[in-house]
């Protein structure tokens, strides 16, 4: 497969990532630090038009593909992983009611999503169930005229108490109690909606910039038409989305990954020690090595699935090997660029120790690497069971 970029590629892969060194990077410390959702950063990339790349024209997008969308995220999490996955879960639930939505939900919500204007969350992980989305509680009530009440919590959301926070599409129970095998249904709910509330954000390891927090539903009532799919279909939309996600978090953790090689090069070069600069030592070059070799295999298997899923495989095996191996590869490349920075490394004013911190979750969140293992496995062939 011929992974050379055309012209318009190699231009949007170069405008994003001037933009991104220039405006984002310089920033990435102080808004880790501070914990503080960026939002005039984030519009801003919406004035790039890096969340419109993957939607149609006629919600505003660029009518580009997911392999577009991954150069310009992996651009962006080069320059702060925080902000990329903030821009990467909007894209990822906006394309799941891009794709699945009704038209009335796609020319009402999406215009804002693809814009930058606004942001939006997918919830789907529960205090006590995460990859295994049939443990999820929160329950869906139908009403005689349609309506449904939703009653339960979220956690772990990405997007979703910010200032410019449009909506979340949460999955819910909504089979009977006592029916023999659970079905789910997705819905769209604005923020604002009554008995829709967001809880405290969590402090976090990492992604200290980006907006987490638990959402509660309690008799929270939404019409028939806030449904995303079908009634009873929304488990298969959600991981469909969840699918996206996944290749979206891969190209983040590239970006970090090849963030964390500049620097280490870069230290190798400068760094003074034992008579001139520590790159000469073999020890260092080795590690160096290491990790250029790492990130270029990340980004083969990480591109190789983003034009998989342009080309309309349904490959989940080249997704789940994208997501498992770019983010295990992200956290060991940043990990190896700590032990180049010495003591320095160790330090917060060190990106490094940053992007460690990061990337950390990437190995959990959309799918932990003990479930993409499984997948793998399962694609297989082999007798993978997941209960």
């Not at 497969?1 to 170069?14: G, H, K, S, V, Y």
Request: net charge negative.
């Amino acid at each position: 497969m011929n992974f050379d970029l055309t012209a318009d590629q190699a231009a949007l892969q170069e405008r994003v990532h001037a933009f991104a060194q220039a405006e984002i990077a310089p920033r990435a410390e102080e808004l880790d630090r501070n914990g503080v959702f960026p939002t005039e950063l984030y519009q801003k990339l919406g004035e790039m038009g890096i969340q419109s790349i993957p939607f149609a024209e006629e919600y505003g997008g660029m009518g580009l593909g997911i392999f577009e969308a991954v150069l310009a995220l992996e651009q962006v999490a080069r320059a702060d992983q925080s902000l990329a996955v903030s821009a990467m879960v909007s894209m990822a639930t906006g394309l799941t009611v891009a794709r699945f939505g009704t038209e009335e939900q796609k020319s009402r919500w999406l215009p804002d999503i693809v814009s930058g204007k606004k942001t939006c969350a997918i919830a789907g992980t529960e205090p006590d169930a995460g990859s295994d989305t049939g443990g999820f509680k929160t329950l869906a009530t139908p009403g005689a005229d349609g309506s449904w009440k939703l009653q339960g919590e979220k956690a772990f959301i990405t997007n979703a108490g910010t200032d410019i926070s449009s909506f979340a599409i949460i999955l819910a129970v909504s089979s009977p109690r006592d029916a023999e095998s659970k079905k789910f249904t997705l819905f769209l709910v604005p923020n604002g909606t009554k008995g829709f509330t967001q809880g405290e954000k969590y402090r976090k390891l990492g992604w200290r910039s980006s907006d987490t927090r638990p959402l509660y539903l309690d008799a929270c009532e939404v019409p028939e038409t806030a449904i995303v799919g079908k009634p009873h279909g929304g488990r298969w939309v959600l991981h469909k989305g969840y699918q996206a996600a996944r290749l979206f978090l891969a190209a983040c953790s590239l970006g970090l990954a090849q963030a964390s090689l500049d620097h280490a090069i870069a230290y190798a070069k400068e760094r003074q020690a034992f008579g001139g600069p520590i790159g000469r030592l073999q020890l260092i070059q080795e590690m160096v090595a290491k990790m250029a070799l790492k990130v270029d295999s990340a980004r083969l298997v990480t591109y190789r699935a983003a034009c998989g899923v342009d080309q309309g495989k349904d490959d989940m095996m080249a997704l789940s090997m994208a997501k498992l191996h770019a983010t295990e590869t992200a956290s060991e490349v940043a990990n190896m660029a700590i032990q180049v920075h010495g003591g320095w490394g160790f330090m917060d004013d060190c990106p490094p120790s940053r992007y460690l911190r990061d990337n950390r979750v990437t190995t959990i969140g959309d799918g932990s690497s003990q479930i993409q293992t499984l997948l793998i496995a399962r694609e297989c062939g082999l007798d993978v069971r997941f209960s």
